[in-house]
């Protein structure tokens, strides 16, 4: 059973940075598709960025876009999303998320797709 556990949330300034962190704990983490998505209080899950299984292709939401990265080391079985440049309507619960898929290139990042997710960690930006 994959188990996803996410961290490095908090409270952030606008402009500021945030560096969250997926642990997965299947050993075979190189056949997954991963993504991070985020629900604000009244609103529906909405994809951040998702990545292929190799790393080798990545989607962003516009609204993220030059702002977030999205990165995977499937050696530590880890994936990261860099926050920069923090606005508050980023203010949401992310939650890491992760689909079997052996390979292909990631072309959409949209929540029904994925059927393992972690518990989430909150980010709150706010002066």
């Known amino acids: 059973q994959l188990q996803l556990v996410e961290s490095g949330g908090g409270l952030v300034q606008p402009g500021g940075s945030l560096r969250l962190s997926c642990a997965a704990s299947?050993?075979?983490?190189?056949?997954?598709?991963m993504g991070w998505f985020r629900q604000a209080p009244g609103k529906e899950r909405e994809g951040v960025s998702c990545?292929?299984?190799?790393?080798?292709?990545?989607v962003y939401a516009d609204s993220v876009k030059g702002r977030f990265t999205i990165s995977r080391d499937n050696a530590k079985k880890m994936v990261y999303l860099q926050m920069n440049s923090l606005k508050p309507e980023d203010t949401a619960v992310y939650y890491c998320?992760?689909?079997?898929?052996?390979?292909?290139?990631?072309?959409?990042?949209?929540?029904?797709?994925?059927?393992?997710w972690g518990q989430g960690t909150q980010v709150t930006v706010s002066s």
């Open positions: 299947e050993f075979t983490l190189n056949y997954y598709f």
């Open positions: 990545i292929s299984s190799d790393g080798s292709s990545t």
């Open positions: 998320a992760a689909d079997l898929r052996f390979r292909g290139v990631v072309r959409t990042c949209k929540a029904p797709e994925y059927g393992h």
